[in-house]
């Protein structure tokens, strides 16, 4: 057993050890690939647009958003309501897979056609719509995270949907019927800030057709191709409004710029016949890297190359001493390799502390000034991806010495350790491999640290490509840890364990 003070004593020495100038210079060396190709990424990127671009919007929380579509509107007191009976959806696909050469009749699945209550008709203000869509049936969703969902399938002449949105206040309550006497709650809404007058109507969206393209050895790239839905209303009933208030058709966002809409089906609304038809295109949701925006953590490209200069360090630290050993100098002691895990942990988290805490502010500050539109993220992630990430690094490294000490050469060790963290890491970041592996491999190797640097969010109501390659891991942050923080504790005992029998023996020997 070791006392405070032997521990103490070890750990002082062990630092004293660590400053040879080989080993800082390498530590800086991976600070400075995080810092260094992380700001050259962040200067290489550059908006496309000609001239100033226009700003995407933002919703409530100040969050990026999806805010297009056809709006037929009428002005709404603070207490009244909408009620109206969807009777069909018609949609069109553009040239999707597996020739790319026709355009065809067809709802995506996130197609949306009903009705909205609106604080104006700015992209990105506040909003609760209740809708029927192309194949997630009745859902109720406000201010564009969230997402309620009611009855299942869809709707024809035969089987029509009533919906009704009220207001009281700055609550909003959405309703749907099937016969429109016997009514069903699908939920409630409140929208804090909602204007004394503001816009209600009905509306009509359709998302871009996502289908994935083989590349590599099984992985895919997205594909994503405009569409465009078109609902049917009639018996539209609005109670709270002034009598005297005409109607108006607005696009939210833009509308009519592609051939489709100038030359086939325009968006908007078309009233004949006692029926109201909506077409349009576009979403209103949550936004995310697929629509071109860069998450906070797209500046980590360097911290492929530090990790792998960690992780050299880490097992040459731990086979030095055992070459130490072989040539007849002291045995490497419990202690010893414990004061070493300590401080190799220590140095590679303050290491990645301050790179991480450079790059990732610099960096989008950087990209905003360059056009870039980026995805923004609370102060608590953001120290959450910059200490998690330091973190998953010293873990890693730690886990890097135990095999050094369990494997004792490093010509062995090294590669073992760049196939069990570094390998899974960098192939799953790129789409080489198919997404079920890169997940797979993401969950039950070490790799699964590095879920700490995701800040991007996996919505259910919108249609992306969730694989590891577009940024988004299996785990949650704190599951991959704990999946790295096992590795590392596992394998490190074991090394100490080896230790203490090999000390044990040694003193055997020697009495």
Same mark, same amino acid.
């Given at each position: ?20 100038? %080989? ?47 056809? =709006? ?47 604080? %104006? ?111 049917? =209303? ?114 590679? =988290? ?85 997404? %079920? ?12 640290? =590095? ?61």
């Amino acid at each position: 057993m070791h006392s405070t003070n032997d521990i103490l004593h070890a750990v002082h020495r062990e630092w004293t050890a660590f400053r040879r100038p %080989g080993r800082l210079i390498a530590m800086a060396t991976a600070a400075l690939a995080v810092v260094v190709l992380g700001l050259l990424y962040a200067f290489g990127n550059h908006a496309s647009c000609d001239g100033l671009c226009d700003a995407p919007p933002t919703g409530p929380d100040g969050a990026l958003v999806h805010d297009q579509f056809s =709006f037929l509107h009428r002005d709404l007191g603070e207490n009244g309501g909408i009620t109206v009976r969807l009777t069909s959806m018609r949609g069109t696909i553009t040239y999707p897979p597996p020739h790319h050469d026709q355009i065809v009749p067809g709802l995506v699945p996130w197609a949306k056609a009903g009705i909205i209550v609106k604080d %104006g008709v700015r992209p990105g203000s506040s909003y609760a719509a209740l809708m029927v869509t192309g194949s997630h049936g009745v859902r109720m969703q406000y201010d564009y995270r969230h997402d309620v969902a009611g009855s299942g399938g869809g709707v024809s002449a035969r089987a029509p949907r009533w919906l009704r949105l009220t207001r009281s206040g700055d609550t909003v309550t959405g309703h749907e019927s099937a016969d429109g006497e016997h009514w069903t709650k699908v939920g409630t809404a409140r929208l804090p800030g909602l204007s004394g007058t503001a816009q209600v109507g009905l509306f009509a969206t359709s998302p871009g057709d996502l289908t994935l393209r083989p590349v590599g050895i099984g992985g895919t790239t997205e594909q994503v191709r405009w569409t465009q839905t078109g609902g049917v =209303f009639d018996h539209v009933g609005v109670e709270g409004a002034d009598p005297a208030a005409r109607w108006r058709s607005d696009t939210v966002g833009e509308a009519n710029r592609t051939d489709w809409e100038k030359y086939y089906t325009p968006a908007g609304a078309v009233v004949k016949n006692g029926t109201i038809t909506v077409t349009g295109s576009g979403d209103i949701g949550p936004a995310g890297a697929e629509d071109g925006a860069r998450p906070a953590e797209s500046t980590l490209g360097g911290l492929a190359l530090a990790l792998l200069v960690v992780l050299v360090v880490a097992v040459r630290l731990a086979t030095s001493a055992h070459r130490r050993e072989a040539t007849g100098g002291a045995p490497v002691t419990r202690a010893e390799l414990a004061a070493k895990a300590i401080v190799l942990a220590a140095v590679t =988290f303050v290491t990645g502390l301050l790179a991480l805490g450079v790059v990732m502010p610099v960096g989008r500050g950087i990209l905003k000034g360059n056009g870039i539109p980026v995805i923004e993220v609370s102060a608590l992630t953001g120290a959450r991806v910059v200490a998690g990430t330091a973190a998953a690094l010293a873990l890693a490294a730690v886990l890097a010495l135990a095999l050094g000490a369990l494997l004792r050469r490093a010509r062995t060790a090294t590669p073992v350790a760049v196939l069990t963290i570094l390998l899974p890491y960098v192939a799953t970041s790129f789409p080489l491999l198919p997404d %079920g592996l890169s997940q797979w491999l993401l969950r039950v190797t070490p790799a699964a640290g =590095f879920a700490t640097r995701q800040t991007l969010v996996a919505y259910p109501q919108v249609t992306a490509h969730y694989a590891p390659s577009a940024g988004y891991y299996p785990l949650p942050w704190w599951a991959g840890v704990a999946v790295l923080g096992a590795y590392a504790a596992l394998l490190l005992g074991l090394a100490l364990r080896r230790r203490q029998a090999g000390g044990t023996r040694q003193a055997k020997a020697w009495r």
